[in-house]
């Protein structure tokens, strides 16, 4: 088994390009590779620079790989299309420019979903239309990032969206060629649905392509869907915590991995509020410490 290690700028709180809150790029690269990690995800197209020679000497400075990037975009929004397009094909020219491989697509929180989170019971559903229609938008950009750029693209699951909960994630991979699109399974993203992240593993593991590890404050977690907490809100109150110190059973995780002959990227994903106190550099060290304790 041959898995590699990396991180995010979430972790340092990035979330969208354009916010001011966020830390300059280079710090974060550092920080990153002075925990240990040996690459890193390349956060919301824009934060980091789109001239591939700054960005590739700024990579081989820190002995940093670039994994891949993501494409959090309305992809449940027809008339934001455009929006998603440009993000998308943005993303897909950085990651080919720099030779990473993994393209994940993310339907972005809808206020139509934020209440219901972690509720899947009550979680409005589309019609089958509109389903359809969001349905072919991700093939779209997934086809575009395989076909075009040699990516490989995958489906992530996260709150608050329309790709949320495991019976829509396994309706889309049903329906959609797996030469097309894989999974980038979110650990702490499926706990928060209020599913068995190991469980759903064991099923999927074969069309896993990539991993983000996230672990969840189960405390934090009962409240915030009690409360019908915002998202980013929870972010800010902690639900997601430091590995190995919530309701994911990484140890488990790690056996299904090296049961299915897993080769690739696990990325550190531990969203935080920029502005709150804490720590992003000591989480980061601590997690990667946690991780090497278990094996990886």
């Known amino acids: ?68 990037g993501v494409v959090f975009q309305p992809f449940h929004d027809p008339a934001r299309w455009n929006e998603v397009m440009d993000a998308a094909l943005r993303t897909c020219k950085a990651l080919a420019a720099h030779g990473a491989g993994q393209l994940v697509l993310i339907d972005s929180i809808s206020p139509r979903r934020a209440p219901t989170a972690g509720r899947p019971a009550e979680a409005v559903q ?88 996230k672990d969840i404050d189960p405390a934090v977690k009962a409240d915030a869907v009690a409360r019908r907490t915002g998202f980013y809100e929870a972010c800010g109150q902690g639900i997601f915590c430091r590995l190995g110190e919530g309701d994911v059973d990484f140890p488990a995780v790690r056996q299904v991995l090296l049961g299915a002959g897993y080769e690739g990227w696990c990325t550190v994903e531990q969203d935080c509020d920029p502005t709150l106190p804490g720590s992003p550099v000591a989480d980061a060290g601590a997690n990667r410490q946690y991780l090497a304790s278990i094996g990886f």
């Open 1 to 68: 088994m041959t898995i590699r290690i990396g991180n995010a700028p979430c972790s340092w709180g990035v979330e969208f390009a354009g916010d001011p809150r966020n830390p300059d790029w280079r710090q974060v690269l550092r920080d990153c590779a002075g925990a240990g990690y040996e690459g890193i995800e390349l956060g919301p197209v824009g934060y980091m620079p789109e001239n591939p020679a700054e960005l590739g000497e700024a990579l081989a400075e820190h002995g940093l790989t670039l994994i891949g």
């Open 126 to 213: 589309m019609a089958p239309d509109e389903w359809a229609g969001f349905r072919r938008r991700i093939e779209t950009v997934a086809r575009m990032g395989t076909e075009v750029y040699g990516l490989t693209a995958s489906i992530h699951a996260h709150a608050a969206g329309f790709m949320d909960f495991e019976p829509e994630l396994e309706r889309l991979l049903d329906e959609v060629d797996e030469a097309v699109l894989k999974i980038c399974f979110d650990t702490g993203h499926h706990s928060y649905a209020g599913f068995d992240p190991v469980a759903f593993m064991r099923r999927h593991v074969g069309r896993i392509s990539y991993m983000h590890f």
